[in-house]
């Protein structure tokens, strides 16, 4: 390819450049350094998309990404396009809100990204927006130890706050800077031509390099201010970047009809452009067809990608611009953002119109957008953007303004910020008992407040006392009614009272519906859903589940709750592998604001279908992560999800030591003793799963009577309870337990009658999973013809009733630790300190410790004795 080859624009193909960016690969870093306008975003775009770039995953950044969750969240969704396998169980948003060194974030990511089995090169433009200093810090340990298969191209106008000193004293750093971007007399010449001006002499051209020094933005100016103004303007054309910018102010804009050049400049204030936001806001006509005219000219205005009829200024065009609208127009500043504000309300943008809405300096206005958009993005769930406007408002009293405290209490509750939930409810409280109690309806409002945040932070610990009901009951004609009916019905799913659940659930499905609230509504669906899988109506929950997925937009945050309930509905139909990319589509998108719920499901799905695919250690791995999430909060209900399934995994594994590890950990040998199942008691669902968990721990140490005896006693309580699905399991873990006491004919007999009981279709993927050897007993009891199984049936569950060898844990640990955590094991089973540890390898203690809890949590161990037992067990 050549310097003159065309492409479908007036863009330059610059085939030397390209060819830099090839060598990238053999760099740990590229760093495109040059200010605006030298064509580094459009060079990296032309690479990225041609047939030689390697697997490429691009982000430009902007502002927003100094959020970390925003910024992390977008890098894992980009390179998941590029290459699916990468492990978000090892790399997600979480990782950045749970106070993990920098160090651990790189290593986190790093694993995640070998985990692909691809070579990508990751581009970052417009780097220079990037300040986050925990970001910069984690892309420092990247760049320290980068695996092998990735490879680094940031562009930035400013030299990045990194340490590149090193990287280029070993020679991993390869620079392209201003010179090396400078455009030559043959692109000048193409350039020309491009343009519409073929005629341009040699001199011409080599006077204007001269004069800009190869800025490619420079040479647009110039060429396009002599199409306008002619060839006489070129000779007395100089200055550098800034005084070709005014000079192309001065020439080209003064030059334009007064229409256009008041679009252009009042305009400015606006990070994207349409024709109806211009026509609204500048109260004029025809604006769409100006900027499709503009922007076919190449008058610096670029069409914003995949928002068609959208366009955005060159950054130094809209830097001028605005520049030009403060000295001639100051006055109209104000008005400009206000009816800027205005269209984006009408638009539904909340977000962009408060920040117009703030640049107006109407302090009224403001409030009044800021009310409409806490209860907006309520409704849709978008918790994020209420608490990212929550924060640039801290200390402010619009946040204890009546119509704005509610939801952002609500907010921080459900995303598990107890503490700034509680402080908040008690400043809003002080605020409004000022001058006596608080007026109108708003005891109300802060009763609701109080007990909501009571339920979620003490979770099964709640106690329902007579004002619970006296809320529901004060409610009935208030917008609260629907969230206290869904508060009661999640307390009594937390209890098992089924029925209860449901009624309640479903008239505040029907209530939130009314009040457009669909994240809410989609919210007690998933509580619906929970509620008729513990009651085995699994083809309800089938049924209504799937036609709520498909009817949900893919990106709403609604989706996540349907999503859910979709990976339970996909698991109990043994559509393992649906479940299992379902759930990898997920994670990334979890976050602090998603619901304990959610992130429970997720999780403990994830790891159930990881450890079915023979990854035992990325199951545990995403186990400890769970546990990590929870650890803030009280959660025994959610912990004892944790438990079984840990016990779950370590038992069918064959491996003691994971075995009695995880018992300890989660206390099973002290309940058992301490006779905790020894006698029926109300139920709940942390004593049941637990005490599956020390059925588990029991059968691993062959004390087979003592688990037959806890299994009896919880059947006990849960059957009068009406929670099928779990009187199911535990039924089915009896047959297992008691069945050495039986010949092949009884074990049969027995089984055909429980199954016969509740009936086949509820013996689904979790009860299988569950009680770990009642597979086999179903197709003895078909195979000897006492409960002949339908084919379908077999057919659907094949690999759960014939399963194959126990998932080994027991392997080499160096097949499941990274290279820096092989390291650091190596130490570790030398006898040195945490300390040692992290002199002999030049990280701090605090990434040491928390490489330590990884190793920990790959090997199915607690602590460091654990640790080097397990690695005797191998060895021997």
Same mark, same amino acid.
């Given at each position: 390819?050549?310097?003159?080859?065309?492409?479908?624009?007036?863009? !330059?193909?610059?085939?030397?450049?390209?060819?830099?960016?090839?060598?990238?690969?053999?760099?740990?870093?590229?760093?495109?350094?040059?200010?605006?306008?030298?064509?580094?975003?459009?060079?990296?775009?032309?690479?990225?998309?041609?047939?030689?770039?390697?697997?490429?995953?691009?982000?430009?950044?902007?502002?927003?990404?100094?959020?970390?969750?925003?910024?992390?969240?977008?890098?894992?969704?980009?390179?998941?396009?590029?290459?699916?396998?990468?492990?978000?169980?090892?790399?997600?948003?979480?990782?950045?809100?749970?106070?993990?060194?920098?160090?651990?974030?790189?290593?986190?990511?790093?694993?995640?990204?070998?985990?692909?089995?691809?070579?990508?090169?990751?581009?970052?433009?417009?780097?220079?927006?990037?300040?986050?200093?925990?970001?910069?810090?984690?892309?420092?340990?990247?760049?320290?130890?980068?695996?092998?298969?990735?490879? /680094?191209?940031?562009?930035?106008?400013? /030299?990045?706050?990194?340490?590149?000193?090193?990287?280029?004293?070993?020679?991993?750093?390869?620079?392209?800077?201003?010179?090396?971007?400078?455009?030559?007399?043959?692109?000048?010449?193409?350039?020309?031509?491009?343009?519409?001006?073929?005629?341009?002499?040699?001199?011409?051209?080599?006077?204007?390099?001269?004069?800009?020094?190869?800025?490619?933005?420079?040479?647009?100016?110039?060429?396009?201010?002599?199409?306008?103004?002619?060839?006489?303007?070129?000779?007395?054309?100089?200055?550098?970047?800034?005084?070709?910018?005014?000079?192309?102010?001065?020439?080209?804009?003064?030059?334009?009809?007064?229409?256009?050049?008041?679009?252009?400049?009042?305009?400015?204030?606006?990070?994207?452009?349409?024709?109806?936001?211009?026509?609204?806001?500048?109260?004029?006509?025809?604006?769409?067809?100006?900027?499709?005219?503009?922007?076919?000219?190449?008058?610096?205005?670029?069409?914003?990608?995949?928002?068609?009829?959208?366009?955005?200024?060159?950054?130094?065009?809209?830097?001028?611009?605005?520049?030009?609208?403060?000295?001639?127009?100051?006055?109209?500043?104000?008005?400009?953002?206000?009816?800027?504000?205005?269209?984006?309300?009408?638009?539904?943008?909340?977000?962009?119109?408060?920040?117009?809405?703030?640049?107006?300096?109407?302090?009224?206005?403001?409030?009044?957008?800021?009310?409409?958009?806490?209860?907006?993005?309520?409704?849709?769930?978008?918790?994020?953007?209420?608490?990212?406007?929550?924060?640039?408002?801290?200390?402010?009293?619009? /946040?204890?303004?009546?119509?704005?405290?509610?939801?952002?209490?609500?907010?921080?509750?459900?995303?598990?910020? &107890?503490?700034?939930?509680?402080?908040?409810?008690?400043?809003?409280?002080?605020?409004?008992?000022?001058?006596?109690?608080?007026?109108?309806?708003?005891?109300?409002?802060?009763?609701?407040?109080?007990?909501?945040?009571?339920?979620?932070?003490?979770?099964?610990?709640?106690?329902?006392?007579?004002?619970?009901?006296?809320?529901?009951?004060?409610?009935?004609?208030?917008?609260?009614?629907?969230?206290?009916?869904?508060?009661?019905?999640?307390?009594?799913?937390?209890?098992?009272?089924?029925?209860?659940?449901?009624?309640?659930?479903?008239?505040?499905?029907?209530? &939130?519906?009314?009040?457009?609230?669909?994240?809410?509504?989609?919210?007690?669906?998933?509580?619906?859903?929970?509620?008729?899988?513990?009651?085995?109506?699994?083809?309800?929950?089938?049924?209504?589940?799937?036609?709520?997925?498909?009817?949900?937009?893919?990106?709403?945050?609604?989706?996540? /709750?349907?999503?859910?309930?979709?990976?339970?509905?996909?698991?109990?139909?043994?559509?393992?592998?649906?479940?299992?990319?379902?759930?990898?589509?997920?994670?990334?998108?979890?976050?602090?604001?998603?619901?304990?719920?959610?992130?429970?499901?997720?999780?403990?799905?994830?790891?159930?279908?990881?450890?079915?695919?023979?990854?035992?250690?990325?199951?545990?791995?995403?186990?400890?992560?769970?546990?990590?999430?929870?650890?803030?909060?009280?959660?025994?209900? &959610?912990?004892?999800?944790?438990?079984?399934?840990?016990?779950?995994?370590?038992?069918?594994?064959?491996?003691?030591?994971?075995?009695?590890?995880?018992?300890?950990?989660?206390?099973?040998?002290?309940?058992?003793?301490?006779?905790?199942?020894?006698?029926?008691?109300?139920?709940?669902?942390?004593?049941?799963?637990?005490?599956?968990?020390?059925?588990?721990?029991?059968?691993?140490?062959?004390?087979?009577?003592?688990?037959?005896?806890?299994?009896?006693?919880?059947?006990?309580?849960?059957?009068?309870?009406?929670?099928?699905?779990?009187?199911?399991?535990?039924?089915?873990?009896?047959?297992?337990?008691?069945?050495?006491?039986?010949?092949?004919?009884?074990?049969?007999?027995?089984?055909?009658?429980?199954?016969?009981?509740?009936?086949?279709?509820?013996?689904?993927?979790?009860?299988?999973?569950?009680?770990?050897?009642?597979?086999?007993?179903?197709?003895?009891?078909?195979?000897?013809?006492?409960?002949?199984?339908?084919?379908?049936?077999?057919?659907?569950?094949?690999?759960?009733?014939?399963?194959?060898?126990?998932?080994?844990?027991?392997?080499?640990?160096?097949?499941? !630790?990274?290279?820096?955590?092989?390291?650091?094991?190596?130490?570790?089973?030398?006898?040195?300190?945490?300390?040692?540890?992290?002199?002999?390898?030049?990280?701090?203690?605090?990434?040491?410790?928390?490489?330590?809890?990884?190793?920990?949590?790959?090997?199915?161990?607690?602590?460091?004795?654990?640790?080097?037992?397990?690695?005797?067990?191998?060895?021997?």
């Amino acid at each position: 390819m050549t310097t003159t080859e065309t492409c479908s624009d007036s863009r !330059l193909l610059r085939p030397h450049l390209q060819e830099r960016l090839q060598q990238s690969q053999h760099y740990a870093l590229t760093l495109l350094l040059a200010p605006a306008g030298c064509g580094k975003s459009t060079l990296l775009q032309q690479w990225a998309t041609s047939p030689t770039a390697p697997d490429t995953v691009l982000l430009s950044l902007t502002e927003e990404d100094n959020d970390q969750v925003r910024l992390f969240n977008r890098l894992a969704d980009a390179i998941r396009r590029i290459a699916p396998a990468f492990d978000t169980t090892r790399f997600n948003p979480f990782d950045s809100r749970t106070g993990l060194p920098p160090a651990a974030t790189a290593d986190a990511f790093a694993d995640a990204v070998r985990s692909t089995g691809q070579h990508l090169t990751l581009i970052i433009d417009e780097f220079q927006n990037l300040r986050n200093s925990r970001v910069l810090q984690a892309l420092d340990c990247l760049l320290e130890d980068p695996p092998a298969a990735l490879h /680094l191209i940031f562009a930035s106008r400013t /030299l990045p706050r990194l340490r590149l000193g090193k990287l280029r004293l070993d020679g991993r750093l390869q620079t392209i800077d201003q010179q090396a971007l400078q455009v030559t007399a043959a692109e000048a010449a193409e350039l020309c031509r491009r343009l519409g001006d073929p005629n341009l002499t040699a001199a011409a051209v080599d006077q204007l390099l001269a004069v800009t020094e190869g800025w490619m933005a420079g040479l647009r100016l110039a060429l396009l201010a002599a199409s306008r103004t002619g060839l006489e303007a070129i000779a007395c054309f100089n200055g550098r970047q800034p005084e070709v910018v005014d000079y192309f102010g001065d020439v080209v804009f003064r030059g334009l009809p007064e229409e256009q050049r008041e679009l252009f400049v009042q305009s400015a204030l606006f990070d994207q452009i349409s024709g109806p936001l211009c026509d609204h806001t500048l109260q004029r006509t025809g604006s769409a067809l100006t900027l499709e005219r503009v922007a076919a000219h190449q008058l610096f205005v670029i069409p914003v990608e995949n928002r068609p009829g959208w366009y955005r200024y060159h950054t130094l065009l809209r830097d001028f611009l605005a520049s030009r609208l403060a000295v001639e127009s100051p006055d109209i500043i104000s008005g400009l953002h206000r009816r800027a504000a205005d269209y984006f309300q009408r638009q539904g943008d909340l977000d962009r119109a408060l920040r117009h809405t703030r640049d107006s300096g109407d302090s009224g206005l403001f409030a009044t957008i800021l009310a409409e958009a806490f209860n907006t993005w309520g409704k849709e769930g978008s918790f994020y953007r209420i608490l990212q406007w929550a924060d640039e408002l801290a200390g402010s009293n619009l /946040l204890l303004r009546p119509e704005i405290a509610p939801p952002l209490i609500c907010t921080l509750t459900l995303s598990r910020q &107890f503490h700034r939930a509680g402080c908040l409810l008690e400043v809003f409280r002080r605020h409004h008992s000022a001058d006596g109690e608080p007026q109108g309806d708003l005891p109300l409002v802060i009763r609701f407040l109080e007990l909501h945040l009571e339920l979620f932070q003490h979770d099964t610990d709640f106690l329902v006392r007579d004002d619970l009901q006296h809320l529901l009951l004060q409610s009935q004609d208030h917008y609260l009614h629907a969230f206290t009916l869904c508060m009661v019905a999640y307390h009594h799913l937390q209890h098992a009272r089924l029925d209860l659940a449901l009624r309640h659930a479903l008239q505040a499905r029907e209530e &939130f519906l009314h009040q457009g609230h669909r994240f809410m509504a989609a919210y007690v669906d998933l509580i619906i859903a929970l509620c008729n899988r513990t009651m085995g109506r699994l083809d309800i929950v089938h049924r209504d589940v799937q036609k709520a997925f498909e009817d949900t937009p893919p990106r709403s945050p609604a989706r996540i /709750l349907r999503s859910t309930a979709m990976i339970v509905a996909f698991y109990e139909q043994n559509r393992l592998d649906d479940a299992h990319d379902l759930c990898a589509d997920l994670l990334p998108r979890l976050n602090a604001t998603s619901a304990t719920e959610v992130i429970s499901t997720v999780y403990l799905t994830h790891a159930r279908t990881l450890f079915q695919q023979g990854k035992p250690d990325r199951a545990r791995h995403l186990i400890g992560k769970l546990q990590g999430i929870l650890r803030p909060g009280n959660y025994d209900r &959610f912990d004892s999800h944790l438990a079984a399934e840990s016990l779950r995994q370590a038992f069918i594994s064959g491996d003691r030591v994971l075995v009695e590890s995880a018992a300890r950990q989660f206390g099973i040998p002290e309940e058992v003793s301490a006779g905790t199942w020894d006698r029926q008691r109300p139920y709940t669902e942390s004593w049941e799963r637990l005490g599956l968990a020390a059925v588990y721990w029991l059968q691993a140490n062959r004390r087979l009577d003592t688990a037959e005896r806890i299994l009896r006693v919880l059947i006990r309580e849960v059957e009068p309870a009406g929670i099928i699905s779990r009187a199911v399991v535990l039924e089915a873990n009896l047959l297992v337990v008691t069945a050495r006491k039986h010949d092949r004919l009884a074990r049969s007999q027995a089984l055909r009658r429980t199954v016969m009981a509740y009936g086949l279709m509820r013996f689904s993927r979790s009860v299988l999973d569950e009680a770990p050897g009642f597979g086999s007993l179903l197709m003895e009891a078909d195979r000897c013809g006492v409960f002949p199984l339908p084919t379908e049936y077999i057919d659907v569950f094949r690999d759960a009733l014939e399963p194959t060898a126990a998932h080994s844990s027991a392997a080499d640990p160096t097949t499941l !630790l990274t290279d820096k955590e092989q390291e650091i094991y190596h130490h570790l089973l030398a006898g040195l300190s945490n300390n040692d540890i992290s002199i002999r390898t030049g990280i701090t203690i605090a990434t040491t410790k928390w490489h330590l809890k990884n190793i920990y949590s790959k090997l199915g161990v607690s602590n460091r004795t654990e640790a080097v037992l397990r690695h005797r067990t191998v060895a021997r």
